[in-house]
């Protein structure tokens, strides 16, 4: 008796100790991941007020205009090219950001990015901000030195670029990370 009694108490903490386990493993409160904003996202703003913005962020992030490619009367700013990895990390960001093509094994070596922000007029108080990513990896290439690849952008990088300018302009906070007011263009906060 002493015995069935003894193992019934064993029995019953190693059940109660296991479904605590499985409890703890169960999150109620987790966080729900956002969907990206619309691109085109519609602002309570006016084109030049947009455009300026966009250049003193620029400006802020040292990321160069083409003045040549840009056409400021369109409401269309375009940018150089900037190196945004290098080295052992490259593949990993370039994954984040864009979709590399698939069944390449290739040695990635740096990724960069140019955008195209636009801001189209709506009416006298509301303008569409838009923005378009260009990413591209540079794989080795011993006869050429290395050979830059379009890889197609996978939209985070333009959602993170959009949420920073249409939160800064309209002065919300629109990161994923509510309550941060954290404002980014990769490493660059503004």
Known sequence: MKLQSGLLVVAL??????????WAQIQFDRPKTEPPLENPYTIAAQRSEILKTVREVLKTCSIPLDEQLSREAEGKLV???????????????LQYYSNLPAGEVRNWTQGRFALEITALPLDEKRSQLQVIARIQGRIVDFS??????DTPSNGRLEDEILRGLAGKILGL???LKKGSNLRRILTCEY
């Open 173 to 175: 906070d629109l990161g």
């Open 13 to 22: 903490v190693w059940l109660l100790g296991s479904s605590a386990q499985s």
């Open 144 to 149: 050429t030195g290395g050979k830059w690849v």
């Open 79 to 93: 940018t150089k090219y900037v190196v945004f990895t290098k080295g052992v990390t490259a593949q990993t960001d």
